[in-house]
């Protein structure tokens, strides 16, 4: 569960992100975030991922009250969470295995662990043929389905996907969120930000809508599908 009760940011030169928000996110939905550039997308993600502090208001997710939390703490909050960002962030000196295997180092994952988990990974998201490349070989496509494996690997209850189909070719954002949709059905909640509006009028999901920093819209999963047809 991620709940927002009337929460607003203002950054330090006076720009006001979010405005009063309220919101509740049920544990296994699937939510598209959409909005203008400007309108508090992003700071709506980095206030679930504690990357920035409300000034007002109260933000629970996974049932911890996040203003409660002391910053040591933040650490393990965030390994709860698989994170799938816009520009791939895969580092150019590992292979893909080794992509992979870091996010389950970085939580202490043992070796035994990791050879077992990475290649079941990477075969579901078949890039079984891939295991030895670097990031450089790869298409636009198959580097966001390593971030998407990255962000798989420890089994997080949450993936926050910020624009990942944006540098990647059309066609493959189908296959981007077919695969999100999948990773859904198995019981994860996703959150995924976009500015394409055709993946939300094919995914007969729930939309919200933020502009100038305030939710202006929420429509359930099946008013989209109604709307679609």
């Given amino acids: 569960m991620i709940e927002f009760k009337n929460v607003s940011k203002t950054y330090s030169n006076g720009t006001h992100a979010l405005r009063n928000v309220s919101l509740e996110i049920p544990d296994g939905e699937f939510v598209f975030i959409v909005g203008s550039s400007g309108a508090g997308k992003s700071t709506f993600l980095k206030l ?11 933000i629970i997710v996974n049932q911890t009250r996040l203003s409660s939390l002391k910053r040591r703490q933040i650490p393990y909050l965030r390994r709860k969470m698989g994170i799938v960002f816009q520009d791939f962030r895969l580092i150019d000196t590992m292979s893909v295995y080794d992509n992979v295997a870091f996010a389950m180092h970085v939580i202490g994952a043992t070796q035994s662990e990791i050879k077992k988990r990475v290649p079941y990974i990477l075969s579901l998201l078949n890039l079984q043929d891939k295991v030895k490349c670097r990031p450089t070989e790869l298409s636009g496509g198959e580097q966001q389905r390593v971030g998407l494996a990255r962000a798989l690997v420890n089994n997080p209850k949450l993936i926050i996907a910020d624009e990942p189909t944006g540098n990647i070719d059309p066609a493959l954002s189908f296959e981007i969120v077919d695969l999100l949709s999948e990773i859904n059905r198995r019981g ?7 500015h394409e509006h055709s993946l939300v009028k094919h995914f007969h999901r729930r939309v919200v809508e933020i502009h100038d920093g305030q939710i202006v819209a929420d429509t359930a999963a099946m008013e989209v599908q109604q709307d679609a047809e």
């Fill in 48 to 58: 679930i991922m504690c990357e920035e502090t409300p000034n007002e208001g109260e």
């Fill in 188 to 194: 994860t909640t996703i959150l995924m930000v976009t």
